[in-house]
């Protein structure tokens, strides 16, 4: 299903379909028909919501193989390393959209408040009969107004959007997946990991996020200890290996260009860094994965 490139594609919206205004709806069964190269390892910069009602698919997530079932929704998050194979899904549907199209109504945190929207993560989801139906009508309706040259198309998307993804949390909180309320705590090590994610490259001193997000190094420690029970210096280091272990796997990228796409001044400190934190060197651990 994957096939290694010189370096790792980054899809976006509009390698499906040009002028897509940020959002997309395709029906699943023609995805990896029509998008063939869709098959292929690659990250995405959007987030995507799965759901198969008839049939069945496969997805890789970061090397993890998803068997995507009848009557069940996946959720990805922008960031992973995926590779899709939707043919034998007879009935479904693929949403895909970027963070500005949501935020151009709700503010840039509001997604964070939905846990099956998470950069490098998954969540999946079996449907209860009606939880089928409820679905099933609203992707009706957004298919109807996608479709449309309506002029607030657009708004009444960015709507429907809200509607499903707060269902789904309301799914999680009935399975005990998601607590109810998040504190102050929760909500700040949530914008520490947003923080991260764009500025991991150049930036891996815990000072400088406290210094954003105007809180002191010693509380940004305790809430990420308290809430993820690591250190916030681990989840910066943790985040810079996952970025390493992908371009490892998934590229022809050389240990001295990854070195470099990582912001590491020398190739043997990124060495030193990775065999710490992996156990491995970074030839050995390609080596060892290798597809």
């Not at 690659?42 to 049939?55: E, N, P, R, V």
């Not at 520490?192 to 490259?201: A, D, I, R, S």
């Not at 590491?264 to 970074?282: A, D, Q």
């Amino acid at each position: 299903m994957c096939i290694k490139t010189v370096g790792l594609p980054v899809l976006t919206l509009s390698d499906f379909i040009t002028g897509n205004s940020g959002f997309i709806l395709l029906p699943l069964q023609e995805v990896t028909k029509q998008y063939e190269w869709i098959r292929n390892a690659h990250k995405q910069s959007f987030y995507t919501i799965l759901f198969c009602k008839d049939g069945t698919g496969q997805l890789t997530v970061d090397q993890q193989l998803i068997s995507l079932k009848e009557n069940s929704v996946i959720c990805l998050g922008p960031g992973s390393v995926n590779s899709y194979d939707f043919n034998a899904i007879r009935n479904g549907w693929m949403l895909a959209f970027s963070e500005s199209f949501f935020s151009m109504r709700y503010n840039d945190n509001v997604l964070y408040n939905f846990d099956c929207l998470k950069y490098h993560k998954f969540c999946q989801q079996d449907l209860c009969k009606e939880e089928q139906e409820e679905w099933q009508f609203y992707l009706k309706l957004m298919n109807r107004e996608y479709k449309s040259n309506n002029q607030d198309a657009r708004s009444v998307l960015r709507s429907y959007m809200n509607i499903i993804l707060s269902i789904l949390n309301r799914i999680n909180d009935r399975k005990g997946i998601r607590k109810n309320i998040k504190s102050e705590k929760d909500k700040k090590v949530t914008a520490f990991e947003q923080l991260v994610e764009k500025h991991f490259p150049t930036k891996r001193l815990p000072s400088f996020y406290a210094l954003e997000m105007h809180i002191s190094v010693n509380y940004l420690n305790r809430i990420c200890k308290e809430k993820r029970g690591i250190s916030s210096g681990d989840i910066i280091r943790n985040r810079i290996v996952i970025e390493a272990e992908r371009l490892l796997l998934h590229t022809f990228l050389n240990i001295s260009e990854i070195s470099y796409q990582l912001g590491f001044e020398s190739v043997s400190y990124f060495v030193t860094f990775f065999k710490k934190n992996t156990g491995y060197s970074p030839y050995n651990y390609r080596k060892h994965n290798k597809q």
